[in-house]
């Protein structure tokens, strides 16, 4: 009788263990399948607000081929983005545009090159990545 009953404390604390391994394996895969989603929710927006703030760089392009002060932190959209323009040479410039949202960054850089249309200066896109 005593080893039955060992037996059955044994298998009663086996079985409590083996269920709370398994709930918290459960919770963990939550944990992690929520974070995954936020981070994915964080990176395409992060992508949006650096687009944006190539849109608004681009439009100040457009005014002022030779506009070249970029923008800091500007806020849009729960994030925040950043331009920094760069000149390559005398007719060839760069606009990089970061997006921020939480713990996520993206990257746009559009090259353009500045041409001579009547003695106009125009911008003229070459490349967006």
């Not at 009663?12 to 939550?30: D, K, Y």
Request: hydrophobic fraction near 40%; charge should be positive; proline fraction near 2%.
């Amino acid at each position: 009788m005593k080893n039955q009953r060992g037996s059955s404390q044994s298998m009663t604390v086996f079985i409590v263990a083996l269920v709370t391994l398994v709930a918290l394996a459960g919770v963990i895969i939550v944990f992690v399948t929520k974070e995954l989603r936020e981070r994915e929710v964080n990176k395409k927006l992060a992508q949006e607000v650096a687009e944006y703030g190539m849109e608004m760089a681009l439009m100040e392009i457009q005014k002022d081929p030779l506009w070249n002060q970029g923008f800091l932190n500007v806020k849009y959209r729960g994030g925040y983005y950043t331009v920094n323009m760069e000149k390559a040479n005398d007719t060839t410039f760069s606009a990089i545009s970061i997006g921020y949202v939480n713990n996520m960054k993206r990257r746009i850089v559009c090259t353009y090159n500045l041409a001579n249309e009547n003695g106009v200066l125009k911008p003229k896109r070459v490349n967006w990545e």
